[in-house]
């Protein structure tokens, strides 16, 4: 009769343990997920055409 005590006692322990596990993969992967998704874009400007020609007027006019 004890030995079907500790049996049961150590699949409960074994059962929650992995339920643990399992919770904390879960939500390192949820976080994971969150993380990389709210990443910042970097992003290059580049001066156009009409920007270059308003700084060389602003220069000369400045000059």
Do not use: C, W
């Amino acid at each position: 009769m004890k030995a079907y005590k500790i049996k049961s006692l150590l699949y409960l322990g074994g059962f929650v343990a992995a339920a643990f596990v399992y919770h904390n993969m879960e939500q390192r992967q949820l976080f994971n997920q969150d993380t990389q998704a709210s990443t910042v874009a970097d992003l290059s400007t580049e001066d156009s055409p009409e920007d270059l020609k308003v700084a060389e007027i602003e220069a000369k006019n400045f000059n």
